[in-house]
């Protein structure tokens, strides 16, 4: 028994040592970092460069958005990453910023104004970058729109009390009259009043215009540094900068998400890939046109601590294809052809913490947007192979966009699943008889 109160000391030990560690604060250290704003091939990425990483990445041909910012930094070891307290401390370090190729300084930067345009609202997540009068101009056609929209909503509520009261005045002459003793029909010579309708929201958004640095630069590896008013170097501000390009462009991808893992999407970006499922499932498809780039150089632009492959490549997805219609094919015959719609997740009330995904219904909620625009299908296990393939609002197939969608026998998969359970037991329980047995 003693290595047993030795195992439960030094366990409790442990638990002390790993209790003290969680309450304990981290270490913030103030440095000059890069807060960055970069184009993803759809939209901008935000992150930032803290001074362990030596190089930035984006894309050429493209704005970017720079800000040399004077924050906290610390490490966080759940995640291995350094994070940044700008809610703390956040300072913007102001100067010319230097683009030097080859040992010469080819650019000097001066901040502009520049700000971010949703063209499709904040939860799109498409974005554009806007510099100078265009930004202010943008700007203020948001901020009026917006004052427009709140004039409009006020206007609507009044209306809708007057409404209310409206509609309790006509039920109560409905019932006055059906009570009476007139042969006229007891809604004849008067009507319900008629309700005012949800003012429709702005459906763009525009963020408040700052100062910061616009690089766009062709393919190639660049150093850059800040440069004081003074003239002296800003410590931290010297970086490397790599701007590179895709490879291929034009393939056709798939979003799939599951009904069951709605935050778990998965991508599908060759036609000779095979979906699989097990058993009765909902999928909901997006198509996209994708491009490739270089695994490393691309995870790095969507942050630079992030690691990668550089002999490696990966599709992304760039713009979705709207207006097209979804075929399934069984047997070389189309069983079914599915439009486009958008749908919404709502949360189940209860402790469970589910959700479902339904239909979106504009007039129901005028202000919402929904939650995702794609295709939903429903399998079964007896259909088993399916394939599915998008067509244009022409009816001509898309190329690239077949895909294999392969059902598995859920009574296979269960077998699997009491073998995979029961077995270990049986020869466990076997393995210890055996020995009881072998020691008498």
Known sequence: MHWVKRFLICLVFLLLVMGSGRTEAPLMEEQMVYRLGLFDGKGYARSFCPRTEPCIYIIAGTDNLLLPTMTLVYYWPLTRRYRAGFKTLSEPVEGILEIIRKGKVVQRLNPQTYTFYYEKGWYAGTSEILVGQEAERRYALYQEAVRKYTAELKIYYDRKRAYRKQMEEFYAMARKRSRSRSSAKPGAGFSPPEEPVFPEAPRFFVQQPGLGYIVRLPVGRYGIRLRAED??????????????????????????????????????????????????????????????????????????????????????????????????????????????????????????????????????????????????????????????????????????????????????????????????????????????????
């Open 231 to 440: 003239g002296t170097l800003v410590e931290g501000g010297e970086k490397c900068l790599i701007s590179f390009t895709h490879r291929r462009t034009g393939r056709v991808g798939y979003e799939v998400i599951s009904a069951k893992r709605w935050t778990m999407p998965e991508t599908s970006s060759d036609p000779s890939e095979i979906i699989y499922l097990a058993g009765r499932e909902t999928l909901y498809f997006r198509p996209y046109i994708q491009t490739e780039y270089n695994h490393l150089c691309y995870s790095k632009l969507l942050d630079p601590q992030n690691e990668g492959y550089p002999d490696l490549w990966r599709w992304v997805n760039i713009s979705q294809i709207e207006r097209g219609t979804l075929e399934l094919i069984r047997e070389g015959r189309i069983v079914d052809r599915i439009q486009e719609k958008p749908y919404r997740v709502e949360q189940i009330p209860g402790p469970e913490l589910g959700y479902r995904i339904v239909e979106f219904n504009k007039e129901k909620l005028p202000d919402r947007a929904p939650s995702l625009v794609g295709y939903r299908v429903d399998f079964d296990p007896p259909r088993g192979v399916v394939r599915i393939r998008l067509v244009d609002p022409e009816g001509k197939p898309i190329p690239g966009s077949v895909r294999t969608v392969r059902t598995l026998e859920a009574a296979g998969q269960r077998d699997l699943y009491l073998i995979a359970v029961f077995l270990p037991l049986v020869v466990g329980i076997s393995m210890l008889l055996w020995r009881r047995w072998k020691s008498r």
